[in-house]
Nanobody
């Protein structure tokens, strides 16, 4: 499974950002997907997750209400839209795949993700 995230860059406070991830290899429509991030000096954390059908979604508290995760199984893509970004959202963002999802649920357990691709840097400036 290959994953490639894009859409990062410099974002202004009060703006919005949209990250996309293209997946190849395997059966994307059977994978639970997630967006992870790693800020400078911090551990990697998961911020959003979506089930393989898209029917179940989970958000980490710090982005809840500001972020929307979605997927298009026909295009093998997963997207993270975030409104009103904050300086603490500055991080390298990665998309990740849980290829062993045994049911249609959004997986918030970082350790259960099997693949993640190269990240994309998001810098939120004031």
């Amino acid at each position: 499974v290959q994953l490639q995230a894009c859409g990062g860059g410099m974002v202004q406070l009060g703006g919005s950002l949209r990250l996309s991830c293209a997946a190849s290899g395997g059966t994307f429509s059977r994978y639970a997907m997630g967006w992870l991030r790693q800020a400078p000096g911090k551990e990697r954390e998961i911020v959003a997750a979506i089930s393989y059908s898209g029917g179940s979604k989970w958000y980490e508290d710090s982005v809840k209400g500001r972020a929307t995760i979605s997927r298009d199984n026909a295009k093998n893509t997963v997207t993270l839209q975030m409104n009103s970004p904050k300086p603490e959202d500055t991080a390298v963002y990665y998309c990740a795949a849980d290829v062993d999802a045994w049911a249609d649920y959004s997986n918030e357990r970082l350790s259960e993700y099997d693949y993640w691709g190269k990240g994309t840097l998001v810098t939120v400036s004031s």
